[in-house]
């Protein structure tokens, strides 16, 4: 069991930087695989990216590579979604989940249902 907390979100003008910072408790953090997801009111939920459990693999969709970096800390439980040089079709609602021993190569990687524990989710609104 893992309870997840996001924060970071906020509004900015594009071009601008954000981080957002999932946070995790009661659970040995490093055994979750960690995705982050976006969802625009209308669309579906879209994965962005994901970080495995030692933080040793990263990924990231074509829209957003170059662009984000996901990374995490361990020792203080977390992991962030830093967000640079953002566009406009970057707003979102995001969030981050989480699934023990998640296969970070697989398939299923960036299918949200397959992800048990979630944050409340963080907005980002960018402006132009």
């Known amino acids: 069991q893992v309870q997840l907390v996001e924060s970071g979100g906020g509004l900015v003008q594009a071009g601008g930087s954000l981080r957002l910072s999932c946070a995790a408790s009661?659970?040995?953090?490093?055994?979750?695989?960690v995705g982050w997801f976006r969802q625009i009111p209308g669309k579906e939920r879209e994965f962005v990216g994901i970080?495995?459990?030692?933080?040793?693999?990263?990924y990231s969709v074509d829209s957003v590579k170059g662009r984000f970096t996901i990374s995490r800390d361990n020792a203080e439980s977390t992991v962030y979604l830093q967000m640079n040089r953002l566009k406009p079709e970057d707003t979102a609602v995001y969030y981050c989940?989480?699934?023990?021993?998640?296969?970070?190569?697989?398939?299923?990687?960036?299918?949200?249902?397959?992800?048990?524990?979630w944050g409340q989710g963080t907005q980002v609104t960018v402006s132009s």
């Open positions: 989940a989480a699934q023990r021993l998640l296969d970070y190569r697989g398939t299923f990687r960036s299918v949200w249902t397959k992800y048990s524990y």
């Open positions: 009661g659970d040995t953090f490093s055994s979750y695989t």
């Open positions: 970080i495995s459990g030692n933080g040793g693999y990263t």
